[in-house]
């Protein structure tokens, strides 16, 4: 019962006529299959977990969260379209030049040239491993120790593990945010914003509802924030990152952690705003999470009509979600004809999200929805690409003025930004396809001079060797031409002991003379 994307409606072909035995038979088929569809979800029903959407109530609100959703439900597809068109997405990390699994590579060797990504799987290789995911059908992600050693498994840290889980996605975003570039000009060429991740852990607040305060959120692992250059003070969170930090996780357990962060920082973007309580704007959150080496993104939707009424019992539109439709719909380039790819996109996102903000089988002021990703498997090449693509097209989004978050929209008020030139696919392949080859160029440059390097080394071992066999030689030689017999009698005459020690008492100076 995962939650499937909305879609434009076709139009309804006309049916054809049938004879009626015909008709007899889509009868019965379609009663056997209803009643496959009845006893699967009965089956589904008895577990705890299974049914989809699954509720999640935090002090009297309730999330309704949608598990295993399609990208375009976290991310609007525009934007997706631009992280595939990326050179980012065009080039494989290293571990997956020739493995589909990371796992079956050997980290040590990894290229002294194309360095991307290294710290990412490192780390990765420190995470804890868990047997399953959060979204599998125990729903429960039960660590599991390695057996592979099994003398020092009884030494493995499970803290120090789950802290290299937050140290993955700050390594990750880095990686992205450093490759992206994505920063927007203020009041000169010198000063811009920008997207930075931080790797600060904390325990946020959260509302719900008028003086309804709340400190029992679980604490991060890290977060996606907005920064300035030149620095002006702490910066403000815009995705927050959780982790995994209990050894037996149930799924629920972990869907309430994260909707109360989600609220938290929707309490974040409205306090960037400072809106009446009645015009409470229309609001979106981003989560990501990290179960082990899965991660998933959340998508949280706070629609102002239903906020507004949780604050103060009623809603009357604003102008900042005026604002924010005109920037989806009649904020269009006037240098372009309305029927244009751009503004048709535009047109599109603004329609998804009046589905998503006003569902037609959710009436409930106190009830949101929360749309999740998959699961991506970062050591899995196929998935690590998808995961990849989820935070390029994330990052964009938020970078584009387009997004609905507190935070960013009182920034990119005071700064509006045009998205303006869009990057053509073949231009991306061909510099991705320009780069690797000057990567492959400098690592054929590194194997031939550290080659030649270990050639030289062992020719100067091999000189080394020699001199000394020679020396040893030389003196051998010595040695045998020095053991002369009159050498061996000097050693073997015992008699003349006295004698020596009688000549050397008369060298004394001044000494009196024993012989008379």
Not at 121 to 150: A, Y
Not at 229 to 258: I, N
Not at 363 to 382: C, M
């Amino acid at each position: 019962m995962d939650r499937h994307t909305p879609h434009v409606l076709s139009p309804v072909p006309e049916e054809d006529t049938k004879p009626p035995e015909k008709v007899k038979d889509d009868k019965k088929q379609d009663e056997y299959e209803k009643e496959k569809v009845v006893i699967s979800e009965t089956e589904s029903d008895s577990d705890d977990d299974g049914v989809l959407p699954l509720e999640i109530n935090v002090h009297g609100l309730k999330a309704k969260v949608y598990l295993n959703c399609a990208d375009i439900d976290i991310i609007p597809a525009r934007y997706l379209e631009k992280a595939d068109c990326s050179y980012l997405l065009k080039r494989n990390p290293w571990i997956f030049r020739a493995a589909k699994d990371g796992r079956e590579v050997d980290i040590r060797k990894w290229s002294k040239v194309d360095i991307r990504f290294r710290g990412v799987f490192k780390t990765l290789k420190k995470v804890p491993s868990f047997k399953h995911g959060l979204f599998d059908g125990d729903n429960t992600g039960s660590w599991l120790m390695s057996s592979s050693s099994s003398s020092s498994s009884s030494k493995i840290d499970f803290e120090e593990a789950v802290k290299a889980q937050g140290q993955v996605v700050y390594a990750l975003l880095d990686e992205i945010s450093n490759m992206l570039k994505l920063r927007r000009e203020m009041d000169n060429h010198r000063q811009f914003f920008f997207l930075r991740p931080r790797l600060v852990s904390c325990k946020p607040e959260y509302w719900t509802g008028y003086r309804e305060k709340h400190r029992d959120s679980p604490y991060t692992a890290g977060s996606l924030s907005l920064d300035y250059e030149p620095y002006r003070g702490m910066p403000h969170v815009v995705v927050p990152v959780v982790t995994t930090t209990d050894r037996k996780q149930s799924l629920k357990k972990a869907l309430e952690g994260e909707f109360k962060l989600l609220l938290a920082q929707y309490l974040v973007n409205i306090h960037c705003l400072s809106p009446p309580g009645d015009k409470l704007p229309d609001q979106e959150g981003f989560l990501i999470s990290l179960h082990g080496s899965k991660l998933h993104i959340l998508r949280g939707i706070f629609p102002g009509q239903k906020t507004s009424r949780v604050w103060c019992g009623r809603h009357r539109p604003s102008g900042i979600e005026e604002t924010s439709t005109n920037n989806h719909v009649s904020g269009m380039n006037m240098n372009e004809r309305f029927y244009s790819k751009t503004n048709i996109d535009r047109f599109m996102e603004q329609v998804e999200w009046d589905q998503l903000s006003n569902p037609n089988n959710e009436s409930e002021p106190r009830a949101f929805q929360i749309l999740a990703s998959r699961e991506y498997d970062l050591w899995v090449k196929w998935e690590f690409v998808a995961a990849q693509k989820m935070l390029c097209g994330m990052m964009m989004y938020l970078m584009s003025g387009q997004a609905r978050c507190g935070v960013l929209q009182e920034v990119f008020g005071k700064y509006p930004y045009d998205e303006g030139y869009e990057a053509n696919s073949d231009d991306e392949k061909e510099k991705a396809a320009k780069e690797q080859q000057e990567i492959e160029e400098k690592e054929a440059k590194m194997r031939e001079f550290e080659q030649k390097k270990r050639e030289e080394g062992k020719a100067k071992a091999v000189e080394r060797e020699n001199m000394r066999t020679s020396m040893r030689d030389k003196i051998g030689g010595i040695a045998e031409g020095l053991c002369q017999p009159w050498w061996d009698w000097v050693w073997d005459d015992k008699k003349n002991e006295t004698r020596a020690k009688k000549a050397d008492d008369e060298l004394i100076v001044g000494g009196p003379s024993r012989d008379y």
